[in-house]
Each structure stands twice: as C-alpha cells, then as structure tokens.
C-alpha cells in the first residue's frame, strides 16, 4: 500500500529519504519517511476524520 521510491523531504521529521504520499481529504498532501509512517498514518486520519466532521456540522447548520 505504502512504497517508498520517491526521494523527497519527510513533513514530519524533515529528513531527505525516500518517502510515501498521504494524501488529505482536502486535496493536500504530505510525504513522509518509513521511519515516520506510522505517526503520518496516525496524523492524516486525524486531520481527516476532524474535517468530515467539520463538514458534517457544517451541513447540518444549513
Ligand atoms: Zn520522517
């Protein structure tokens, strides 16, 4: 699910590696290193849950 073959700067511990993309549900996206997969993991579902529920009260107000 997760391949590492773009080299590029990790967004979480800022390290040049080779990194996999997350991607945001709002169009944005991060890479991050193996190293900090877990945490990017943990940090995108986050954001992404905390957005749809945003948007779900944001509809529910209309
Ligand atoms: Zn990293």
């Known amino acids: 699910m997760y391949t ?3 080299q590029d ?3 979480w511990c800022h390290a ?3 990194v996999t993309k ?3 549900i709002d169009g ?3 890479h991050s290193c193996e190293k900090c997969l877990s945490f990017a ?3 995108v579902r986050q954001f992404n849950q905390a ?3 945003f948007r779900n009260r944001a509809n529910a107000q209309q």
């Open 4 to 6: 590492f073959t773009k």
């Open 28 to 30: 944005k996206h991060h």
């Open 9 to 11: 700067i990790c967004d």
């Open 16 to 18: 040049p590696s080779f």
């Open 22 to 24: 997350h991607e945001y």
């Open 41 to 43: 993991i943990m940090d």
């Open 51 to 53: 957005e749809i529920e």
